[in-house]
């Protein structure tokens, strides 16, 4: 398998629910990126990760938590989530985190999160 | 206040003709960009980029240009095909930044 995988593609949680979001890239990157894509609003990032440490949290409640366990995997856990966080949640990666020319961003095909 | 944006929410035109889709930044300091075609229930995948050392950067039936001095950037596909219906989002960032800024999006109809 090659690319990004996200999992599950589909979800759908009540507000006490906790529930956790997986990636996993096949690319060989060291740069792991999750965002939020909610309607009508540009994509916004939440956190990215560079060789398994954090490099940046965009501000995101503490209702998300992000886990890194190695290069390839990367975790969205959520608990106790409103229902303004429905969204669509997609993961990324790059070669790098400190954009060389020519970097990109390659996404996985994104969870739907439903909150009820 | 949003740093690229993308003030065309939807744009059909007929198959064979030419999309010419559009994108404003105001950071001065972005100096890479990048356009990305998302379909419905996929994530983005990438189609094009230009450094700000070039004005214009071409790859098949795509070609995007960039006029630093207006803060704008464009993406004309030329002949459009009905494959080519799909959201596009407009990227920017700065060189040594992890930080890619989105767009909101353009949906093209490409009508057969």
């Known amino acids: 398998e090659t690319g990004v995988t996200q999992t599950p593609r589909h979800l759908v949680m009540g507000m006490t629910n906790k529930k956790s979001l997986k990636c996993e890239q096949h690319?060989?990157?060291?740069?792991m990126y999750w965002y939020k894509q909610s309607a009508k609003k540009p994509l916004e990032l939440m956190f990215v990760y560079s060789l398994e440490e954090r490099v940046e949290n965009n501000s995101v409640p503490s209702r998300f938590s992000p886990e890194c366990p190695n290069s390839s995997h990367l975790f969205l856990h959520l608990h106790t989530l409103q229902p303004e966080d429905s969204a669509l949640y997609l993961c990324a990666s790059s070669q790098d985190w400190d954009r060389g020319d020519n970097e990109k961003l390659f996404f996985g095909s994104g969870t739907q999160l439903s909150v009820l | 206040d949003q740093q690229v944006k993308q003030n065309s929410p939807s744009l059909s035109v007929q198959e064979g003709r030419i999309s010419i889709l559009n994108c404003d930044y105001t950071?001065?300091?972005?100096?890479?960009f990048l356009w990305y075609k998302k379909y419905p229930a996929e994530g983005p995948t990438f189609l094009i980029s230009i450094s700000s050392i070039k004005d214009k950067n071409e790859d098949g039936r795509f070609t995007v240009f960039l006029n630093k001095s207006a803060k704008h950037l464009s993406l004309h596909i030329v002949p459009s095909q009905p494959g080519d219906s799909a959201v596009y989002f407009c990227?920017?960032?700065?060189?040594?930044?992890?930080?890619?800024?989105f767009g909101t999006g353009t949906r093209l109809k490409v009508l057969a």
């Open positions: 950071n001065s300091m972005f100096d890479y």
């Open positions: 690319l060989g990157h060291n740069a």
């Open positions: 990227a920017a960032s700065a060189l040594g930044t992890y930080k890619y800024i």
